[in-house]
């Protein structure tokens, strides 16, 4: 479903099916789907300038290394810049949904009611059906063999893509430059980015993650101020680490553990140095040492 404005600045809603016979749904697809759709807005909305792409976070086909690289040449690719918001959930259901449905329903009523020989059985005779008898939506068909090209095509770009990490933690991507340079935020919202990455460099981490453990106490980074911390949990696969806070956030002369538990993963390059446990002054507050403090500030400065 593409969501846009005309040049009168009146909201155009314009539902948009694409039919293919590739199964993958895997990134070459939906970089298929995006040259298909950008070249659609071009011809018909030239005045278009910046898309905003909506998606489920289903790491299979949107929310991985391969579509941020893709991302970050979007502009070089199509002439438009773009980033990308994803919904909280893995999988979504959407007005996009709806426009699936009708296809559908209205495709097997047809076949119902034709003879053997004129039963709708390829994605091509589906296409044309759907032009000659479904109206208001505009129908894309994109062939397998395609999608096998581009395959081949971004194969050489993606080969060097770095995961981001902590990527299930953030939920809009903006791309800086060509390079592989990205900004990841919690809500598209936020001003500031929580990180800052590059997919085609490995990143220079202050703190290895076979280092961390739970109980172990670390400084880190959380909306760009830093904190102590107790490490409750350690994942390696989607690196990061869910980190229980201490209050305030540095620097400060004491710390406490707040009434109501203040728990969030923090990507592994947000864990800027490991520290020795506090020193417990009374029954909730606690103090670290001052060559603790001076480690986790200086980190946090020149990063």
């Excluded at 791309?175 to 590059?198: H, K, V, Y």
């Excluded at 076979?210 to 102590?228: A, E, R, T």
């Amino acid at each position: 479903m593409i969501h846009c404005k005309d040049t009168s600045n009146v909201k155009l809603i314009i539902p948009l099916c694409i039919i293919s016979d590739d199964l993958k749904h895997d990134v070459s697809m939906v970089y298929e789907i995006q040259k298909n759709v950008t070249a659609f807005l071009k011809e018909n909305y030239p005045h278009i300038t910046n898309i905003h792409y909506f998606s489920d976070g289903c790491a299979g086909q949107y929310k991985n290394k391969y579509n941020f690289m893709n991302l970050c040449l979007h502009e070089k690719d199509f002439k438009l810049k773009a980033q990308w918001s994803f919904f909280a959930a893995s999988h979504w259901k959407t007005e996009c949904d709806g426009i699936g449905g009708t296809v559908k329903r209205l495709a097997r009523k047809q076949s119902l009611q034709q003879h053997l020989d004129r039963q709708i059985t390829t994605t091509n005779e589906l296409f044309e059906f759907c032009k000659v008898n479904i109206a208001n939506i505009t129908f894309q068909h994109i062939s397998k063999e395609a999608v096998d090209s581009t395959s081949l095509t971004l194969e050489s770009r993606l080969k060097d893509a770095q995961t981001l990490p902590g990527t299930r933690l953030f939920h809009n991507f903006q791309p800086i430059d060509d390079l592989g340079m990205i900004e990841a935020r919690r809500i598209s919202r936020d001003e500031t980015p929580a990180l800052t990455f590059n997919l085609l460099k490995h990143q220079t981490l202050l703190v290895k993650m076979k280092d961390l453990y739970p109980g172990c106490f670390v400084g880190c980074i959380y909306d760009n101020l830093w904190y102590f911390g107790m490490v409750s949990e350690v994942n390696a696969e989607e690196e990061d680490v869910t980190v229980k806070f201490l209050h305030p956030n540095g620097p400060s002369l004491s710390f406490f553990w707040p009434n109501r538990e203040d728990v969030c993963a923090v990507p592994i390059p947000h864990i800027i140095a490991i520290v020795k446990p506090p020193k417990t002054m009374t029954g909730r507050t606690c103090q670290f040492s001052q060559e603790c403090m001076l480690l986790v500030k200086s980190s946090f400065e020149n990063i």
